[in-house]
């Protein structure tokens, strides 16, 4: 195959934060998928990576190690915003870079107390022992309350509890405070990662705004291929990155059963882009 026509998916999660399935089996997917490169990109940990990249290496499916890394905005105009910034292609023994993902899952933790005190003020008790046993080896994220809040009745579906629940009565901002994007920009460097914007559409801001605020504090590339963008908003991003001399990234933000609808490669991600950056 040419590589005009090869696709690749770069940005994906496993169990290792709110994925429903192992590393191995994103990676057995994506080679059924017919994908020649794969990132793994769960939140805020690189657990998963060693043993996606094993499997990758069996069966000769190109990987690329990253993470989604959850920041906030303290000041300026986009204050108290969250963003996530992919990681890919970073040093995984970088000291700074691990001790700060325990900064953030840290902070993570403070929140989860906070939010089983906000279901509690509503009248539903949780048990932070029982969500801990629905995230199992993964970083505790907004879907595994939702499953527990499934298996006691409280919604019939992922979609029917987020609605309910993350945005309505319980503060849906549990994204880590600790880090602003710019210090996670440097972190990213400094272990010889590339930092992209991910998903750009969905902070609700002024997304060209957004993008020239992270170029000036040295973010690489944009995500500029992603299941909810419209042709235009590709487009969008193509041209801004193309100005602001960004590289681009893509994926499906492949997750499981918590968004069945989103299945690996299903968004057309070129084998050119991590030809520029990568190879
Ligand atoms: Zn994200
Ligand atoms: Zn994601």
Redesign the pocket.
């Known amino acids: 195959m040419n590589n005009f026509n090869k696709r690749i998916d770069l940005h994906t999660h496993s169990k290792y934060s709110d994925g429903s399935f192992t590393p191995k089996e994103v990676v057995r997917m994506a080679k059924e998928a017919g994908l020649s490169a794969i990132a793994l990109t769960d939140h805020d940990t690189h657990a998963g990576i060693k043993e996606a990249k094993e499997e990758a290496e069996k069966l000769g499916i190109h990987f690329i190690p990253g993470v989604?890394l959850s920041t906030k905005f303290k000041e300026g105009s986009f204050a108290k915003t969250d963003i996530?910034i992919l990681c890919l292609n970073f040093d995984l023994q970088n000291e700074k870079f691990n001790k700060n993902l325990e900064k953030i899952r840290e902070d993570r933790h403070n929140i989860n107390l906070k939010i089983i005190e906000a279901f509690k003020a509503e009248g539903i008790e949780l048990k932070y022992e029982e969500i801990l046993e629905k995230a199992g080896v993964g970083v505790v994220m907004k879907v595994h309350f939702v499953e527990v809040l499934i298996d006691k009745g409280y919604a019939s579906s992922h979609e029917e509890a987020f609605k309910r629940f993350f945005s309505g009565p319980i503060p849906t901002n549990i994204v880590s405070r600790v880090l602003e994007p710019r210090e996670c920009i440097e972190i990213i460097k400094n272990s010889g990662g590339l930092s992209f914007l991910?998903?750009p559409f969905r902070y609700k801001m002024d997304t060209g705004a957004l993008i020239d605020e992270l170029t000036s504090l040295g973010i690489d590339g944009v995500e500029v291929i992603y299941p909810t963008h419209s042709e235009e908003d590709t487009e969008f991003l193509m041209q801004k990155a193309k100005e602001n001399n960004l590289m681009m990234t893509g994926g499906s933000?492949f997750h499981g059963a918590s968004r069945e609808r989103i299945t690996l490669g299903c968004v057309n991600v070129p084998y050119s882009f991590i030809e520029d950056y990568f190879l």
Do not use: G, R
Request: charged share 40%; net charge negative; glycine share 0%.
């Open positions: 989604e996530h991910a998903h933000d």
